[in-house]
């Protein structure tokens, strides 16, 4: 017997066949090396769950309450929001900014990965670390202070600098090019 509540943590789309839609997913899917769209419509729910949020605080006529200024400071130490945000930016967010936020996207963005899957991989696989902790979940949303402290976990064989891994791909030659 289960306990507790198995709830989604995501909302599918309501008209599962618009190809314009199923287009653009595809495309983020690949563009941030996802598994599956289950991953994207989280984010997607996430987005909506900030924006109703902000929505609340912003029809409250006005009143900064100490859960509004809560709210907002959980997003920038997130760096979904910039410093100097304020609550309506929330409203123009889109998915792209918290799909940036993710490890994965981090590790591949910091150079530490040459794909976007190989990223993925190396999250899963145990070889990324985050202060000084191994972290595996490649979804895991990356603090603005945890950014500086992504690195090769110690523990890895992909810390040593001689990893042939390691080494960037090597663009094709003329000759292979022209065949």
């Given at each position: 017997m289960a306990l507790g509540n198995n709830t989604k943590f995501y909302e599918t789309p309501n008209h599962p066949f618009q190809s314009g839609r199923i287009a653009e997913e595809r495309e983020l899917?690949?563009?941030?090396?996802?598994?599956?769209?289950?991953?994207?419509?989280?984010?997607?729910?996430?987005?909506?769950?900030?924006?109703?949020?902000?929505?609340?605080?912003?029809?409250s006529l006005g009143e900064s309450s100490q859960e509004e200024i809560l709210f907002l400071a959980k997003l920038k130490r997130y760096g979904i929001l910039t410093q100097d945000s304020q609550l309506e930016d929330i409203l123009t967010l889109d998915v792209n900014t918290i799909l940036e936020r993710r490890l994965q996207t981090?590790?591949?963005?910091?150079?530490?990965?040459?794909?976007?899957?190989?990223?993925?991989?190396?999250?899963?696989?145990?070889?990324?670390?985050?202060?000084?902790?191994?972290?595996?979940?490649?979804?895991?949303?990356?603090?603005?202070?945890?950014?500086?402290?992504?690195?090769?976990?110690?523990?890895?064989?992909?810390?040593?600098?001689?990893?042939p891994i390691r080494k960037p791909p090597e663009p094709p030659s003329k000759e292979e090019s022209e065949e």
């Open positions: 899917v690949n563009l941030y090396g996802l598994k599956n769209k289950v991953e994207l419509w989280r984010a997607q729910s996430e987005l909506r769950s900030y924006r109703r949020e902000a929505r609340k605080h912003l029809a981090l590790v591949y963005r910091s150079g530490l990965a040459n794909t976007i899957r190989q990223a993925r991989q190396f999250v899963v696989h145990g070889h990324i670390s985050l202060n000084d902790h191994c972290v595996d979940v490649p979804s895991y949303k990356v603090k603005v202070e945890e950014e500086a402290t992504l690195r090769y976990d110690q523990y890895s064989s992909i810390s040593d600098d001689s990893h």
